[in-house]
């Protein structure tokens, strides 16, 4: 087909509407690998996190789970992200907080856990029931002044509550820890680096 058909909007299950398949694919399949690079695989090089991994600290943030705070069960932090962030299934929630405190994961862990999180030869952490989290003090420095409008808000799933679209890092989060993930059409695979050092370079870029 050499038209290009727009596709209206009806009620009527029965009715045909001619499209052209080749845009057809175009358009669903950019829509969904824009939806799966920002939405999902890929790190914000603003912060350096993962939709997930952002919520995931948001989320204890809003708990009070501070470094110098008791433990908190898990569960409880998985199903604050589930219900009012990020409706996605809660083992690939759990993995991720889980990950953010593994030392073999990250140079820098982001959350201090407590019990049995899994271990280098690839066993998985304990059920989240067992397992207590709250935020390791570098995870803490991830959150800091966002009370302060530092960042832009936006509207969750469900338009019922707010959630940043980026943290307040202080770090260059993204080249402090590294990143890797795979989408639809790229990838990335970022090595971690040492902190002092990073810092050291922002210094002398700036005043350089």
């Known amino acids: 087909m050499e038209e290009n058909f727009e596709p209206q909007e009806t009620n009527d299950i029965n ?101 049995n999180f899994g271990n280098q030869d690839g066993d998985d952490p304990a059920a989240m029931r067992y397992t207590e989290v709250r935020l390791d003090k570098l995870g803490e420095h991830m959150l800091d002044d966002i009370e302060k409008d530092t960042v832009d808000f936006q509207l969750n799933f469900d338009d019922s509550e707010k959630e940043p679209s980026i943290l307040p890092t202080r770090i260059p989060q993204l080249l402090v820890n590294g990143s890797s993930g795979i989408a639809v059409g ?10 002092t050092e990073v810092i050291d370079g922002c210094v002398a870029y700036i005043d350089n």
Do not use: C
């Open 15 to 115: 009715r045909i509407i001619p499209v052209n398949i080749e845009e057809q694919m175009k358009t669903a399949y950019i829509d969904y690998s824009m939806s799966v690079i920002v939405g999902r695989a890929l790190p914000d090089v603003r912060d350096g996190f993962k939709p997930v991994h952002r919520r995931i600290l948001f989320a204890m943030n809003e708990l009070g789970l501070n470094h110098n705070k008791p433990y908190k069960k898990s569960a409880r932090v998985v199903g604050e992200v589930l219900g009012k962030y990020h409706p996605h299934g809660d083992s690939s929630v759990y993995f991720a907080m889980a990950r953010l405190a593994q030392e073999w994961n990250m140079r820098y862990t982001l959350v201090d856990g407590q019990g």
């Open 186 to 195: 790229m990838a990335t695979n970022m090595m971690p680096h040492n902190l």
